[in-house]
């Protein structure tokens, strides 16, 4: 399966939030992250640089992943001529604190054990540690790029182990139960576009 | 590994920070000390001035195929008849926003005419950040939680699981929306093709078009504005064992879903802004469509540890089942499915005490409560007649009511269509005069005239059997509120058909 990674950081302190350059290995390994990161992250399945699909035509193209559940021993539920794009641009995650007010929906059951006791002290969340996600930029009327995602799934099947051929090397079943995209009308194979507007809390308990 | 140091792990693989403990603006990484503190019961997400949106020309497509017998022509000729096209199925710009009274706070698919979100016509497919400026669409005090767990439940034997919390036996993976959150819009267009020739990875939307070959394009509309608080995810492992099983311990999906709101579909665009092309975004005309207002559901998909939907191979073809597993021939199991009262062995009287004041607790009443939890509801309007026996208000919807039950309007400029029903007669045991066929449906004038009343002649009178102009020329038309109860599903199978020969 021809796969490409290409992944960039990029480190934001709180101050030089207009001077952000990319850094070099070196130059990460020195950081101590006390403020914050921002993230971009780019993932190509199948696809080269130019944004065509390599080779995920035909039968038995490698373009393909397959899903074997428990009990189910020998038998692929296979995503045929599967490929995709995914883009995570400038997504900010720093340190913060949960609010000290409740927000009037508080329910203190969501954080207890199935004993009922409190997994937390008091049940109460407030003023607790927490990662905070935002996406800051692009937030204009019209601009949908904090998330792209191009997906194709050609074709859909079950494909069964045959002797020593796992099934996810087989291509024996002639049709397709389903075939799925996200992608943009604008052109041939451009990405669905996203945006996620406000701040998201990430905690554990 | 627990699920905290699973998130954190993450996060650091990306970041080589952690969260500190102490200082909530720096993030500082933790010590095995310091998290092995940590206890690990859940990954909780807030959301505060959330808004999720996909650009109006973005989609996810579900792509046809072509079919066995597929049309060749089109028209009323014998090769468009008694055959099948592709279809291919796209929703555009899908989105969760705000619901807030606020005009001019929210968008139409053009992107650039206003509209308010809250407005009672349900005109409005997008609002700005859910709850408004400052509000949550996943309170940190009532976050949408992701954890793995290990409640209660029966396994598909009969046998209890997890009776000890302390030592628990098996463990599930759950996903919780918030049991109390603001109104939001979920809401997207789409677009339904017939007979499309396009191969979709290799050719743009403006390609075998599928009203080039006979087929159709249709645009539509919909619009959810409500929440789906109180709604659970759970992946876990299937429970069945035996040398010989119907399923076996296979990966288990459970769902039991709960959505409450207000809900719109239409397909009239706007007499400005329209378009019949492929992939171009539209505004659709306001009010125009179907309805269902005050909606109050609630779907369970699988109970713990007895039943889940499941997935098997159908044949060697290359086709699959997807399955709601069927409730074992077991007492201990079907007894709690059922939910039955001693001594009720037909569950008239249970679905009574169950469904009659659904607005009260269950209190200690354990079948009340495993009635509950296994049958499923959908209701439409506040209901009317209310129950005898529930004392909650509930009013007659008018015959051209807009803002409860189901109803069907046209655009604000459209002229009046008529609307007709002849429902089917519901016979009393006092006779037919007493039957609500005649009691509780409107009755109208003759010659399209409306005049319509409640009286004792229903629809279509017995003094002018067969009269079809007796209808009501309007603009909207109230059908009334309805519920199902007890809805429960004891065995549910799906089963691709085109992977490869029939099935």
Same mark, same amino acid.
């Given at each position: ?16 939030a ?11 390994a ?13 993932l ?46 400038d ?26 006791s ?12 927490a990662?905070?996600v ?11 790029n ?6 194709n ?21 002639t ?5 799925f ?25 | ?31 095995d ?15 505060e001035?959330?808004r ?12 046809? $195929? ?5 049309? $060749? ?39 650039t ?37 290990s ?25 919780l929306?918030?049991t ?13 093709e017939?007979?499309?020739?396009r ?18 394009l ?25 040398? $010989? ?51 109050d ?55 009574l005490t169950?469904?009659?004041d ?18 499923g ?25 807009n ?6 309007r046209?655009?604000p ?16 045991k006092?006779?037919?005069?007493f039957s609500?066929?005649? $009691?509780?449906?409107?009755s ?37 509120d309805?519920?199902v ?14 992977a490869?020969?029939?099935?």
């Open positions: 399966m021809a796969r490409a990674l290409l992944l960039t950081y990029f480190l934001l302190a709180s101050a030089m207009s001077s952000m350059e990319p850094m070099d290995d070196e130059q990460l020195m950081v101590l992250g006390q403020e914050g990161v921002q993230l971009t992250l780019r190509r399945n199948n696809v080269a640089a130019n944004g065509t699909p390599i080779n995920c035509s035909g039968l038995l193209n490698p373009c393909r992943m397959g899903l074997e559940f428990s009990g189910r021993a020998g038998i692929w539920l296979m995503l045929k001529d599967y490929y995709g794009v995914l883009a995570i641009n997504i900010r995650l720093e340190g913060d604190l949960l609010p000290a007010a409740n927000t009037g929906y508080q329910d203190a059951s969501r954080f207890t054990n199935t004993a009922g409190c997994l937390i002290a008091g049940c109460d969340p407030r003023g607790l540690q990662v905070r935002t996406y800051p930029f692009s937030k204009g009327v019209g601009e949908y904090d998330f792209t995602l191009l997906m799934v050609g074709r859909t099947a079950l494909e069964f182990d045959n002797g020593a051929t796992p099934g996810y090397m087989r291509d024996a079943a049709g397709s139960v389903l075939g995209r996200m992608a943009d009308s604008l052109s041939l194979n451009a990405p669905s576009r996203a945006r996620f507007d406000g701040v998201a809390y990430v905690f554990g308990f | 590994m627990n699920s905290l140091r699973s998130v954190l792990l993450l996060l650091s693989v990306f970041v080589g920070v952690l969260p500190a403990a102490g200082y909530g603006l720096a993030l500082q990484a933790m010590s000390d310091e998290m092995e503190g940590v206890s690990g019961a859940g990954i909780a997400v807030a959301l001035n959330f999720f949106m996909m650009a109006p020309t973005s989609y996810m497509e579900q792509v046809g $195929t072509a079919p066995t017998g597929a049309c $060749t022509g089109s028209g009323g000729v014998a090769s468009n008849i008694n055959c099948w096209r592709r279809g291919d199925l796209r929703w555009y710009g899908i989105n969760l926003s705000g619901a807030q009274n606020i005009n001019g706070s929210g968008s139409h698919w053009n992107e005419s206003t509209c308010n979100p809250a407005d009672a016509a349900m005109t409005c497919p997008r609002g700005g950040v859910i709850g408004g400026a400052g509000g949550w669409f996943s309170p940190f005090d009532n976050p949408y939680l992701m954890r793995a767990w409640p209660a439940g029966m396994a598909y034997n009969g046998s209890l699981v997890n009776t000890d919390p302390n030592n628990p036996t098996k463990t599930i993976y759950e996903y929306a918030p109390n959150q603001p109104d939001y819009i979920l809401s997207f267009w789409g677009e339904i017939a007979g499309a020739t191969n979709p990875a290799l050719q743009p939307l403006s390609v075998g078009l599928g009203t080039a070959n006979g087929g159709g249709l645009k539509s509309q919909t619009i959810i504005r409500g929440n789906a608080a109180g709604s659970i995810f759970r992946l876990f492992k299937f429970t069945e064992t035996g040398a $010989t099983p119907l399923y076996g311990e296979t990966f288990a999906m459970f769902y039991h879903s709960r959505l409450r709101g207000d809900f719109r579909f239409s397909v009239a665009q706007s007499s400005t802004v329209n378009s019949n092309a492929v992939g171009v975004p539209v505004v659709f005309a306001n009010n125009e469509g179907l309805h269902f207002r005050n909606v559901s609630f779907l369970p998909i699988g109970q713990l540890y007895y039943q889940a939907l499941v997935l098997n191979a159908v044949g060697t073809s290359g086709n699959f089942s997807l399955t709601l597993t069927k409730i074992p021939n077991t007492a201990a199991v079907y007894n709690r499915f059922y939910g039955l009262d001693a001594g009720d062995t037909r569950g008239y009287q249970t679905a169950a469904v009659r659904w607005t009260v607790s269950c209190g200690a009443d354990q079948s009340c409560l495993n009635y509950r939890l296994s049958h509801y959908i209701r439409y309007g506040n209901w009317y007649p209310a129950s005898a026996a529930w004392a909650a208000a509930g009013t007659r919807n008018t015959i051209n009511a803002n409860d039950g189901i109803l069907f046209a655009c400029t459209c002229a009046n269509f008529n609307a007709f029903a002849r429902r089917p007669i519901v016979i009393d006092r006779g037919e005069t609500r066929q005649r $009691t509780q449906n409107y109208c004038n003759t010659g399209n005239s409306g005049g319509c009343v409640v009286g004792t002649g229903g629809p279509v009178s017995s003094a002018s059997p067969g009269d079809y102009t007796r209808t009501y020329p309007t603009t909207t038309v109230n059908l009334g309805a519920r109860e007890g809805l429960m599903i004891h065995q549910l199978n799906i089963i691709s058909c085109q490869g020969g029939g099935c």
